[in-house]
């Protein structure tokens, strides 16, 4: 039988784990202090020190950045930086659209003060796939299309997972 050992961390030894797991990272002291004092990450109290289970904070945000247990490690962007990353991309969205996939609820971010965080594993194939269905599948005023155009979002949204197989071929062969 496998034991499975509890990896304890104080808040400054869990933001220098996070840093060697993804070096660009957003994550920082102020923002888990602020993920605790809202209660979204699990912690106990020892004296004056707050203590993470980091396994438990992992799956913490993985649940707030809405992935799934698939991600190892969540790599987490402000959202210009995300933009950035993705401007090379075969996704190529640019930081309003971002804004907008935030505002309207249809992208899973962190928000700690005027800052939005959001993980970079929102734009792979299988996270994109779930995001894009949830834009086609809303119903609301500035959404609202006739089934003409929509017939013509799904067949780009088909063709973007075409372009990106390929262009994953490509470089493959590259290689």
């Given at each position: 039988m496998s034991r499975k050992l509890v990896q304890l961390k104080t808040i400054p030894q869990t933001v220098l784990k996070c840093r060697e797991m993804d070096p660009d990272t957003e994550i920082n002291y102020s923002m888990l202090y602020s993920l605790v004092r809202e209660g979204k990450l699990s912690y106990e109290k020892h004296g004056a020190r707050v203590i993470l289970d980091y396994s438990a904070f992992l799956s913490d945000l993985l649940d707030l950045l809405g992935l799934d247990r698939t991600v190892k490690f969540p790599k987490i962007r402000t959202i210009g930086k995300c933009a950035g990353a993705l401007r090379g991309s075969a996704v190529g969205v640019c930081d309003k659209v971002i804004r907008r996939f935030v505002?309207?609820?249809?992208?899973?971010?962190?928000?700690?003060?005027?800052?939005?965080?959001?993980?970079?594993?929102?734009?792979?194939?299988?996270h994109y796939e779930k995001f894009i269905f949830r834009f086609l599948n809303l119903k609301g005023d500035r959404f609202q299309a006739g089934d003409d155009a929509m017939a013509q979002i799904r067949n780009?949204?088909?063709?973007?997972?075409?372009?990106?197989?390929?262009?994953r071929q490509m470089a493959r062969l590259k290689m």
């Open positions: 505002k309207e609820g249809l992208l899973p971010s962190i928000r700690i003060g005027n800052r939005h965080y959001v993980a970079l594993q929102s734009f792979d194939d299988y780009i949204a088909d063709g973007l997972g075409s372009i990106r197989r390929k262009h």
